[in-house]
């Protein structure tokens, strides 16, 4: 199994600062996902990163894949209320029959 | 087009009983996966099936199967309910690899 490892596990700014998220692994990965899960809704994809090096853009959310397709990160600018959640990571096999490996997330406060 | 839908959304059960949970995949979507999440072990796959056959099986054990039916709709069964089962029950469903559309979920809680 290639775990993911995310990083920090919890975090807690304040409304309009910037802040970063990390996914590790020592595995390479053909693509990594970002999904965003609010209290008691299942994850909602927010971008799939396949290339290394990739970077993404979601508005203020900011994807990039490592240059090793080994990590992956998250930047938010500007982070406000509704950023509020948990944050995964996760990779599939490729062919998608096994089941997405998720990372066991970052819970993100953005107080107001 | 609708979402992924998940019944009952909050079960209480008590240990040994069984239960059986029901997911409608997105409209037009052949595959259908179960995952489990919990504070501890956050998400983790289950199951995956696909015109009606199981594809792939995560690591939990045989009290934890599921049926998928001819209109796509899956089920997933739990037997002899331990504590330890409580969790967040998700359903996803996808037309491509890699592409979850998760539903939100079974809350199960096991007394």
């Known amino acids: 199994t290639q775990l993911l490892e995310q990083s920090p596990q919890f975090l807690s700014i304040q409304e309009g600062e910037n802040l970063t998220v990390y996914c590790n692994s020592s595995?390479?990965?053909?693509?990594l996902q970002w999904y965003r899960q609010e209290p008691g809704e299942g994850p909602v994809l927010l971008v799939t990163v396949v290339t290394g090096g990739e970077v993404k853009k979601l508005k203020r959310l900011t994807f990039q894949f490592g240059d090793a397709r080994k990590d992956s990160s998250l930047h938010i600018t500007a982070a406000q209320p509704g950023d509020t959640g948990l944050y995964l990571c996760?990779?599939?096999?490729?062919?998608?029959?096994?089941?997405?490996?998720f990372g066991k997330g970052t819970h993100l406060i953005i107080q107001p | 087009k609708a979402g992924v839908t998940q019944t009952p959304r909050y079960l209480i059960k008590t240990r040994g009983q069984q239960v059986t949970l029901s997911c409608s995949p997105i409209?037009?979507?052949?595959?259908v996966s179960w995952y489990q999440q919990t504070p501890g072990q956050g998400l983790q796959f289950l199951f995956e099936?696909?015109?009606?056959?199981?594809?792939n099986k995560g690591n939990f054990p045989g009290r934890f199967s599921g049926r998928q039916f001819s209109n796509s709709r899956s089920e997933m069964n739990v037997s002899t309910l331990e504590l330890g089962d409580s969790a967040l029950y998700l359903c996803?469903?996808?037309?491509?690899?890699?592409?979850?559309?998760f539903g939100p979920g079974t809350r199960l809680t096991v007394l």
């Open positions: 996803a469903s996808r037309r491509k690899p890699d592409e979850q559309f």
């Open positions: 595995s390479v990965f053909s693509s």
């Open positions: 409209s037009g979507h052949r595959s």
């Open positions: 996760a990779h599939g096999s490729g062919g998608g029959a096994d089941g997405l490996t």
């Open positions: 099936y696909f015109s009606e056959t199981q594809r």
